[in-house]
């Protein structure tokens, strides 16, 4: 079995490595912007394009005989990729471009949940024009600004954390408006987040266990915000500051919000239903979706797959899913991210690092990292993800952070994930809002 796998980050990494645990033994086929040496040590062949050309990904697919396609990041998916391979043939873990808009707009997702009366959404609302914009936030006691469209998680404006006064929130808002068709207002929740990736095939919907990411770039959620710093999933399959219920709740809006997909666009949606949540004084609230696992969520729940996830793949192509046990290791994992000195805002880009001493005991994943002859060097994003697997977080953290710590070279990480004294803060943090 052939497979061709879009991607080039540690998501798309960990994807390789599920894929090619399976009992298929496929060959992958791995299209790349850059080479990724984890994923090219997976693949029988691998090709270096850019994700808007989808002559050169349909031309990859067929001359290596792909039977499906799984497409890692949201860039391909935005730009239609599914499209043009299903209309190809080749079948794709990933959905078309209409309904990826379930990430690409903030705005078609909040609406979408209004229109079907599922319910999840903070107070909102959606401006093309700056009419109206500041008797909305009048009524509002702390409001948030999203750019409507792909932003790479950093156009999102918070009050109290990003700016202080209505005042600005309306003078980023014009700003906005000048380069994007619309601009979302919408109530500042207070709560803690996380992370649910859903399987689909448009009909079942099969959650992962949830985890908790952390956005900013320093130790106690200090400094700006990054693609994520790392984070960590339990053996119980839940989080320390959730209930049960509140994962059902997300599980929930995601397969209201998979059905309603399907009745907007007479077709189901296929791939992976990530729901960004925030659990609150109030219930769970959804903070946004992507069509896509989460990086570095992804390094949580796959190694601790235990269902064969070719077979998975399969049965979402088929409209089979309902027929699959999909089945995780009762294992704590901690992923912490090794990222350049100067990450997000200045990283250090073209230095040498040395990945020699990382322990067996943790895994290890490629991002954003260059081989050459001579070793490998530092991109401009996230360089290596860090993975401790366990019996308990406790145990999890030791075996990440022990390893993060012995990659050499201008990196820094985040040595608070997954540590106890974090967590308290976290479970404090939700027994206020719950009281
Ligand atoms: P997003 O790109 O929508 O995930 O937003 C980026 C980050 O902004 C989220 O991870 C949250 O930390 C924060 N955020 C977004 N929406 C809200 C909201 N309504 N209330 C509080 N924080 C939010
Ligand atoms: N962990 C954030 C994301 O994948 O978008």
């Known amino acids: 079995m052939n497979i061709l796998l879009i991607g080039n980050g540690a998501r798309e990494h960990a994807i390789a490595e599920a894929l090619s ?55 391909p998916l935005s730009n239609g990729v599914a499209d043009f391979l299903e209309d190809a043939g080749i079948p794709c873990i990933g959905p078309r471009k209409s309904l990826a808009a379930l990430e690409t707009s903030k705005s078609f997702t909040r609406s979408l949940m209004q229109k079907y009366g599922i319910k999840g959404n ?34 999102v404006k918070v009050q109290g954390d ?19 068709p619309a601009v979302i207002v919408e109530e500042k929740l207070d709560g803690e987040e996380f992370s649910l990736q859903c399987l689909t095939d448009g009909f079942t919907v099969i959650a992962t266990p949830p985890v908790q990411d952390h956005k900013r770039a320093f130790a106690d959620d200090q400094g700006p915000n990054t693609g994520g710093m790392g984070s960590y999933s339990c053996e119980n399959h839940l989080l320390p500051f959730l209930k049960k219920e509140d994962v059902e709740e997300g599980l929930e809006i995601t397969r209201k919000v998979c059905e309603a997909l399907r009745k907007e666009f007479k077709t189901p ?10 659990v609150t004084g109030k219930g769970v609230r959804l903070i946004e979706y992507n069509a896509r696992f989460g990086d570095p969520e992804t390094m949580n729940v796959l190694p601790i797959l235990k269902t064969d996830f070719v077979d998975i793949c399969i049965a979402i192509i088929n409209r089979k899913l309902h027929e699959i046990k999909v089945e995780f290791d009762r294992k704590a994992t901690v992923c912490k991210y090794a990222v350049p000195e100067g990450y997000p805002n200045n990283p250090r880009k073209n230095e040498k690092i040395d990945i020699s001493k990382v322990p067996k005991n943790a895994r290890l994943y490629y991002a954003s ?67």
Do not use: Q, W
């Not at 060959?27 to 997976?42: E, H």
């Not at 949606?269 to 925030?278: L, Q």
């Open 122 to 155: 903070p107070e909102f609302r959606v401006f093309t024009k700056k009419k109206g914009i500041m008797e909305f936030m009048k009524g509002i006691d702390m409001v948030v600004v999203k750019p409507d469209g792909l932003t790479g998680g950093k156009g």
């Open 162 to 180: 990003h700016f202080t006064t209505k005042e600005e929130a309306y003078a980023y808002c014009t700003e906005v408006l000048k380069t994007h």
């Open 21 to 75: 645990r399976s009992r298929h033994k496929p060959n992958l086929f791995s299209f790349m912007k850059s080479n990724n040496p984890g994923i090219a040590g997976l693949s029988s062949g691998i090709k270096i394009g850019n994700y808007h050309d989808l002559e050169g990904m349909g031309e990859f697919a067929k001359s290596s005989k792909a039977e499906f396609a799984f497409i890692g990041p949201e860039e």
């Open 369 to 435: 990292v260059d081989r050459r002859d001579d070793g490998l060097y530092t991109g401009s994003s996230r360089s290596i993800g860090i993975v401790g697997i366990s019996s308990s977080l406790e145990a999890a953290e030791k075996i990440a952070e022990n390893a993060v710590c012995l990659i050499k070279g201008p990196l820094f990480h985040r040595n608070d994930i997954g540590t106890e004294k974090l967590i308290r803060k976290r479970v404090e943090h939700i027994n206020r809002l719950r009281k």
């Open 269 to 278: 949606y296929r791939g992976v239903m990530y729901g960004g949540f925030m």
